[in-house]
């Protein structure tokens, strides 16, 4: 059989669009390791599957829809561009079906809370809208849903890299500093060229916003089309958000669709933050326990760090994602008083705070839990902020930082 569309990685985004696309009466081929293939034909022998050794193009295949974590430069995804095979991810087949406005955020840090607040204040004021991608649910599932209201989207680069096609009404990009180079042959620049391809989707007469900062760092790459805001020229009442770029976007999305700053302000109110984002786990003992789960590039380390007091104890390590991990000593002197490693890139990351910290190494994050409360002491803030991707322990941040509240709050019983 001859498939027109190829799905290309079958975790959470593409088996939501492989649905999505079979309900829309498209032929779909899903592509995968074998070991997953052969779970997915046993339970859904009404769908077609193959394993990714046993793949080759067919003539008719048009569309190559590939997970996030796979990198252009796969094989696949390499023999489709050189077949003329359109390239796309599952967030623009899916945006490509919504009717609704579409409001989209991405950047370094923070995108997770800035969606849900953006979220949590359009409904406080009576417009119906959904929180999707990266925060939770895939794009996919609004349109298999039939959902309506607004699209609220958390994009990364990886999603934003091939889009092509103008869906998004108004976009923001709240920063940009190191991660995922690695994927991005450790140049920045082309970490941020993913990230300002977002401006090539911006509907006609939408609004597409810049944090000024950025400008300082890429000049020579920023889209003609960007508007910059200032941060500093904001003020708001009611936030508990840590941080106001997070809020000053959050706003500008808002104000798109018409919610003024004093509708705003009063959402603001009712807004609780999403987890794993320096979220207090418990005191025990005068000292405090913070899961930062979410902190997986050594940037938002530094953030989680401005935000607490002195005499924190770090919880740190993980997978190393192309990033330089020389700017913590100077972010983190007066502050931290302790760092416990544990990962794969452990020796990395030590190497950059050797002679500034009292390092200790261990095997894992049970061993580093174990270390905090050997050393911590009344005052104390004990901040597990790894600054790595968590895939040589765990399936991703989320089960991370669920491990590491069990851990603590076992001890707090």
């Not at 498209?26 to 034909?41: A, F, H, M, P």
């Not at 106001?244 to 919610?259: D, I, S, T």
Request: aromatic share 12%; charged share 25%.
């Amino acid at each position: 059989m001859k498939y027109n569309i190829v799905i290309l990685g079958l975790g959470k985004s593409g088996w939501a669009v492989m649905r999505l696309l079979k309900s829309q009466k498209y032929s779909v081929l899903g592509v995968d390791k074998e070991v997953v293939i052969e779970r997915y034909s046993r339970d859904y022998p009404e769908m077609d599957f193959i394993p990714e050794d046993n793949f080759t193009f067919h003539e008719g295949c048009r569309v190559l829809v590939k997970s996030p974590g796979i990198a252009l430069s796969h094989a696949i995804v390499v023999e489709a561009y050189l077949r003329g095979i359109e390239v796309v991810s599952e967030a623009e087949i899916a945006l490509r079906l919504v009717k609704a406005p579409v409001l989209a955020i991405t950047g370094t840090n923070g995108k997770t809370t800035t969606t849900a607040l953006v979220t949590h204040v359009l409904n406080y004021n009576g417009i119906e809208a959904h929180a999707l991608g990266n925060i939770g649910e895939p794009l996919s599932e609004y349109i298999i849903k039939e959902s309506t209201g607004v699209v609220v989207a958390e994009l990364s680069s990886y999603q934003i890299e091939t889009m092509s096609h103008r869906t998004i009404d108004c976009a923001v990009v709240l920063n940009i500093d190191e991660d995922h180079l690695d994927r991005y042959d450790n140049y920045l620049e082309h970490y941020a060229m993913a990230k300002f391809n977002i401006s090539n989707n911006i509907k006609e007469g939408g609004k597409f916003y810049l944090n000024r900062n950025i400008a300082e760092k890429f000049f020579g790459i920023i889209p003609r089309s960007a508007e910059f805001f200032d941060c500093r020229k904001f003020s708001f009442k009611g936030s508990g958000v840590t941080f106001h770029e997070n809020l000053v976007a959050a706003y500008l999305l808002c104000k798109y669709l018409g919610v003024d700053q004093s509708q705003f302000e009063e959402a603001l109110k009712s807004f609780c933050g999403p987890p794993h984002r320096i979220e207090f786990v418990g005191e025990f003992g005068g000292v405090s326990f913070y899961n930062d789960s979410k902190g997986t590039n050594p940037s938002s380390v530094v953030c989680a760090v401005e935000r607490l007091e002195k005499d924190i104890i770090l919880l740190a390590g993980g997978v190393d994602k192309g990033a330089s991990f020389e700017g913590w000593p100077p972010a983190f002197l007066g502050k931290v008083k302790n760092v416990i490693l544990f990962g794969r890139d452990a020796v990395k990351i030590n190497s950059a705070l050797k002679g500034y910290f009292d390092v200790i190494m261990v095997e894992d994050l049970e061993s580093a839990t174990d270390k905090a409360f050997e050393l911590a002491a009344d005052g104390d803030k004990v901040l597990f902020s790894p600054g790595c991707a968590s895939f040589d322990m765990f399936r991703d941040y989320i089960h991370r930082g669920n491990v590491f509240k069990s851990y603590i709050k076992s001890r707090l019983l």
